[in-house]
């Protein structure tokens, strides 16, 4: 008889349900990971709002857990059973135009067949277990808090938008938004050698970013931020901004504080995804780069696991609390408070 497991499914605008589904079982190539938790993040805070969704929708991509099970075929030196590992679970095909680049954050396929076998839509971490590609597990450190290894998905993300922005020794960055994101960029761009300004409108926010090393902090409702990143510059604008937040008018401002040969880097989605002006003679007399940052490269994953295994991004204060699946609709209800940082989900 087939074995069981208890996943937590979305079912419609501000509806989970615990189902029972049949545990899969991992091919001669693939290795069968217990999960120990999930967090909840911006995607499934989104259907969960909105119901807008394949449905039902096993949600949950910032995954950590350990390995009961590998294949026969799996050879691999990097793991064993019983080790504890950070998961990348979006699909990525290996064979598209953008894959075949290493470019596989923009994958044409990474969305396709997620947690279909199991009768739903998404990338299937609220579960108790999953079945993965070896290539996909990265060993987490057992030393550290099994928490920690849920960051590894955001931090990331992360990794591969600061990887873009290209930071010099003592360049100015700006950090537009102090939420996970922005205190993950914040922190990446330390270690990068930045001097980092951050802009966030909740004072408790700007107290955490100092707490972990932001060198300045301002509101953006009490300073025009534009005109105060050029007075901190001297009138250059910033080397580098990061532009963490969802509001179209924000996109002009990050790249209006960009400076000459700047680079501005869209990291979050805009809602709603309204256009915004785009000065093209400007562009032609500053030579600043404008582009975005989408997922995370593979290289990107690795890097993420190297900063928190060597405990050089500790995610401590960005994590909020922990519920165990029996209370995820709990968990989700405080994920979508707005100013929560990190919800997990338990298994
Ligand atoms: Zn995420
Ligand atoms: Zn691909």
New binding site residues.
């Given amino acids: 008889m087939s074995k069981k497991m208890k996943v937590v499914a979305i079912t419609g605008p501000k509806t989970t349900e615990i189902v029972e589904v049949t545990r899969p079982i991992p091919r001669e190539d693939e290795v069968l990971i217990k999960i120990d938790g999930c967090a909840i993040c911006t995607w499934e805070q989104r259907v969960y709002t909105t119901g807008k969704f394949k449905m039902p929708f096993l949600g949950g991509h910032e995954v950590v857990g350990h390995i009961v099970e590998m294949g026969k075929k799996v050879r691999t030196k990097e793991y064993a059973v019983g080790d504890c590992v950070a998961m990348s679970v979006i699909n990525?095909?290996?064979?598209?135009?953008?894959?075949?680049r290493g470019e596989?954050n923009l994958?044409?396929?990474?969305y396709a067949n997620l947690s279909e076998d199991l009768g739903m839509f998404g990338p299937g971490g609220f579960a108790e277990y999953k079945v993965m590609s070896p290539h996909k597990l990265w060993k987490f450190n057992s030393d550290l808090p099994w928490e920690y290894g849920t960051f590894a998905e955001p931090l990331a993300c992360v990794c591969t938008s600061v990887h873009k922005a290209h930071i010099a020794l003592g360049d100015d960055v700006v950090v537009i938004g102090g939420g996970i994101m922005g205190i993950f960029h914040m922190m990446v761009s330390k270690l990068r050698g930045a001097h980092v300004i951050m802009s966030e409108i909740d004072d408790s926010r700007r107290k955490l970013a100092e707490s972990l090393g932001c060198d300045i902090t301002f509101n953006p409702k009490e300073k025009d931020a534009v005109a105060y990143v050029k007075e901190l510059t001297g009138g250059r604008g910033a080397d580098v901004v990061f532009n963490t937040t969802v509001f179209p008018e924000v996109a002009t401002q990050a790249i209006e504080m960009t400076g000459k040969l700047g680079r501005c880097i869209m990291y979050s989605s805009v809602k709603p995804a309204d256009p915004i002006d785009l000065n093209p003679d400007e562009l032609h007399n500053t030579e600043k780069i404008i582009t975005g940052s989408v997922s995370p490269s593979i290289e990107g994953f690795d890097t993420a696991v190297r900063l928190l295994n060597k405990g050089m991004i500790n995610p401590e204060k960005l994590l909020h609390g922990v519920y165990p699946y029996e209370q995820a609709q709990e968990a989700f209800e405080t994920a979508i408070i707005p100013g929560t940082y990190r919800v997990i989900i338990r298994f």
């Fill in positions: 990525t095909c290996g064979i598209c135009y953008y894959c075949r596989e994958c044409v396929d990474s």
